[in-house]
């Protein structure tokens, strides 16, 4: 892309449920910065009565998906062009901010849109890589269990914990909990495989981990915001809150299960 860029291009690449939502929130309440979110994301096959005639769905973990574009004036785009993938991406770098950028979650979006991939590493002396990752692959695993909890109860499938919300304790399956566990911890390698490349190539990149993000955020905001070139002193505000407890006993009404399950495995160690 041969374009006007802001003076800091960024990507912020991560897993699913490493608590992207609240940091790309509360990069976004910088005045010189702008985070967007998944502009680049995945749609459901199965969420739409027609599939658009030539498509071709991307079956990941035992589902069908589409592409598709968030744009600015909040118009969705099923499917788009090569051509419209590129000009959004065009777009989100010349936003007039000191920092530019937005989340890029993988495996699925790197697969859906090769053409992200394919920009990004064109721009290696220009762009900054932010991974954030989550250690505890079993919490991550039952966050996503509760976000789908979340969005049964509120019909939103893009709804999150709004701060202040409390929840009931939630009834974990071991069994698809424990698959969902090895999904993630093969993401976070894919994850791994990705950013080494980029660096490879001679971006600069910041690993921010979600255990570090929530012990510590003012220190850790600190450092992403003096790695963006931005003012690292203006405290951020995020709109998104923590799903599940750090206490699994509390938050798992079926814990001594789930503990049976886990127990003797590389696992146990994160309950």
Do not use: W
């Not at 608590?19 to 910088?30: I, P, R």
């Not at 910065?33 to 027609?50: N, S």
């Not at 589902?63 to 993938?85: M, N, Y």
């Not at 799903?243 to 696992?267: F, K, S």
């Amino acid at each position: 892309m041969r374009v006007r860029r802001c003076e800091t291009p960024f990507v912020v690449l991560f897993i699913d449920r490493s608590g992207s939502s609240h940091f790309c929130s509360a990069l976004d309440s910088h005045k010189t910065v702008v985070c967007r979110r998944e502009d680049f994301c995945e749609l459901g096959a199965d969420t739409l009565d027609k599939i658009p005639p030539g498509s071709k769905p991307l079956e990941f973990v035992n589902r069908s998906f589409l592409r598709q574009i968030h744009r600015f004036d909040t118009q969705r785009i099923v499917e788009p062009t090569s051509k419209q993938v590129r000009a959004h991406l065009h777009d989100i770098f010349s936003l007039p901010v000191t920092s530019c950028g937005f989340k890029f979650k993988l495996p699925i979006q790197l697969e859906l849109f090769p053409e992200v991939d394919q920009e990004l590493r064109m721009m290696r002396g220009e762009l900054k890589v932010i991974a954030l990752f989550r250690n505890n692959a079993l919490k991550q695993a039952i966050s996503r269990q509760n976000l789908r909890r979340i969005q049964k109860d509120s019909g939103d499938t893009q709804h999150n914990l709004l701060p202040g919300t409390s929840l009931e304790p939630l009834r974990v399956d071991t069994e698809s909990l424990l698959t969902s566990v090895r999904n993630l911890q093969g993401a976070r390698r894919t994850l791994d495989t990705v950013v080494n490349d980029y660096a490879t190539l001679g971006m600069e990149v910041h690993r921010v981990e979600y255990e570090d993000l929530i012990a510590n955020p003012s220190s850790v905001f600190g450092d992403v915001l003096e790695f963006l070139k931005a003012d690292p002193k203006i405290q951020l505000v995020s709109s998104y809150g923590k799903a599940t407890p750090d206490n699994l006993n509390e938050a798992i009404e079926n814990y001594d299960e789930l503990r049976a399950a886990v127990a003797g495995t590389d696992l146990e160690q994160y309950l």
